[in-house]
């Protein structure tokens, strides 16, 4: 990476102070771009789910385990809760959707519940042996006496065909049929998950991230406090296959003694750990033996960091700095927060980060964990928090007595409740995922870069004014 004025500026940058400078390319399709990553994780595609509450669920970590990414599941789950869910993503098909599912005796109500839960907008009724028998889709609902069974509107005529079948054939299957959803089948006539139009297309995209048994991956967070090694012994035997030490300060003594613990497990599996923003910061988590260093404070949606303390930095450069050093050590940087469009990722994979963390960017789709809640006019959204707000802090610390839970509210930081509307034209994570990737895609060939390692050697960085960036933006209204 260079900077078209052929140095670094002496102050530190953000994403909106840079842009990517078009090179001489023989990259001719978007698709022959590799976004797989080299830091060990398994990912295909550059983006890790943040270990945020209202984001980060197990239908979160299936669907972007199968588009080729990975979740962290957060730390206030108890390890019960976190083997569940890794039981579960673990067990999902490679292709295949994992559909909510309704009984004959269900309401109405209860169809309207459960459809949200998945961007398919549908949920399968099946019967008491697990076989589908009928569809309900939101339009199914509309005008419907809430306590009517779900037998009332059903659809019967649906696409059904093998779990095994080529996407491409369940995509000629739902080419001219008014629902877009296909129901797939076990060999023993059990629901085996479902296939939209759009994810048949996907699925020759995207290649999933697995593990070496050829399952999706997942990932999981700790803290720096209690018995570390214990609760990473614990995770790594549920199943994970990335763990993250996770705290908002990460160098300081407490982390660098918690990563030694673990490290020194052996436990076969990536170890991440921040978050800081220096070189120095970088060097000694690594030198403690994480071999992922997770940079960004302060700039994440949720967070109030650097205008409650002025702690932080921009952070395109702690990105810059941070891979520079891990990379004279053979390790890799995770660029956490400060993302709001494509552009950032890939701003951020062009200043070496290997893999991009976003957290409330995706807080507002349906796979998220929050219940989906409408405003007054109609328009859908679902609540994110961050995870030093008071909403986190009083989960985190409910079995503590009143006496501290109180001295520790008086330290909170961080948006306990946001509204994060649903794009209408993205509101599954697999849109933004398509929305996201398709940027990098261009990036690179606007670079001359076959995969990401050459967009970060051959991309040429410019500094410009809050005007430059101005001037980007679409104006589809007109001016």
Same mark, same amino acid.
């Given at each position: ?7 670094? $500026? ?6 909106n &102070?840079? #842009? ?8 001719? /399709? ?9 830091? !060990? ?27 080729? %990414? ?12 976190v083997?569940?869910?890794?039981? #579960? ?26 459809i ?50 080529? $996407? ?19 060999? &023993? ?42 609760k ?46 220096s070189?120095e910061?970088?060097?000694d ?14 700039? !994440?949606a949720m967070?109030?960091?650097?205008m ?17 050093a ?18 950032d ?16 960017? #995706? ?10 809640m ?14 030093? /707000? ?10 503590? /007595?009143? #006496? ?17 509307a +649903? ?14 990737? /398709? %940027? ?14 050459? +967009? ?17 933006? $679409? ?5």
């Open positions: 990476m260079r900077f078209l004025e052929g140095h670094s $500026p002496s102050y530190d940058l953000t994403y &102070d840079v #842009f990517v400078v078009p090179n001489s390319s023989d990259v001719v /399709s978007r698709f022959d771009v590799d976004l797989s990553t080299g830091d !060990g994780t398994g990912t295909t595609i550059p983006v890790v789910v943040a270990n945020m509450t209202a984001v980060a669920g197990r239908r979160m970590a299936e669907t972007v385990a199968r588009r080729g %990414g990975i979740v962290v599941i957060p730390q206030d789950l108890p390890v019960d809760a083997r569940t869910t890794v039981e #579960f993503v673990k067990s999902r098909d490679l292709v295949a959707d994992t559909p909510v599912t309704l009984t004959d005796d269900d309401s109405v109500s209860d169809a309207i519940a459960l949200h839960k998945r961007a398919h907008g549908a949920a399968v009724v099946v019967d008491a042996a697990g076989r589908p028998t009928g569809l309900v889709t939101d339009a199914a609902t509309v005008g419907v006496d809430r306590f009517a069974r779900v037998r009332d509107i059903a659809l019967t005529d649906f696409v059904t065909a093998p779990l095994d079948t080529e $996407p491409r054939r369940v995509f000629e299957l739902l080419e001219n049929r008014p629902v877009g959803v296909a129901v797939l089948t076990a060999p &023993d006539g059990s629901l085996g998950g479902v296939l939209t139009r759009t994810g048949a297309v996907r699925a020759g995209i995207y290649s999933p991230s697995l593990d070496a048994a050829g399952r999706l991956r997942v990932a999981a967070a700790i803290g720096i406090n209690g018995d570390v090694a214990s990473a012994r614990t995770l790594a035997e549920a199943g994970i296959d990335v763990l993250v030490i996770d705290t908002a300060h990460g160098h300081q003594l407490k982390m660098i003694e918690a990563i030694k613990a673990v490290a020194a497990l052996g436990l076969g599996i990536p170890l991440a750990a921040g978050n800081v923003v070189a910061g970088t060097r988590l690594i030198g403690a033996g994480a071999s992922i260093v997770k940079v960004g404070v302060g700039p !994440g967070c109030t960091t650097r409650m303390t002025g702690v932080g930095r921009p952070q395109f450069s702690a990105v810059l700095e941070c891979a520079s891990a990379k004279e050590l053979g390790g890799h940087v995770w660029a956490d927060g400060g993302v709001r469009h494509p552009r990722v890939a701003l951020a994979l062009a200043a070496g980060a290997a893999n991009v963390m976003i957290g409330s960017w #995706f807080a507002g789709t349906y796979e998220s964990p929050g219940d989906l409408f405003d007054r006019d109609g328009r859908p959204y679902k609540e994110s928090f961050g995870m030093a /707000s008071k909403r986190a802090v009083a989960a985190r610390t409910s079995a503590d /007595s009143g #006496f501290d839970r109180a001295r520790k509210a008086l330290f909170e930081e961080g948006i306990s409740s946001s509204r994060m +649903l794009d209408p034209d993205r509101g599954g994570v697999e849109d933004l995922l398509d929305h996201i990737t /398709s %940027g990098v895609r261009s990036t690179c060939t606007y670079v001359g870069a076959a995969n990401l390692a050459e +967009l970060h050697e051959r991309v040429v960085l410019g500094v410009q004014s809050s005007a430059g960036f101005a001037e980007g933006h $679409p104006l589809p209204t007109g001016w």
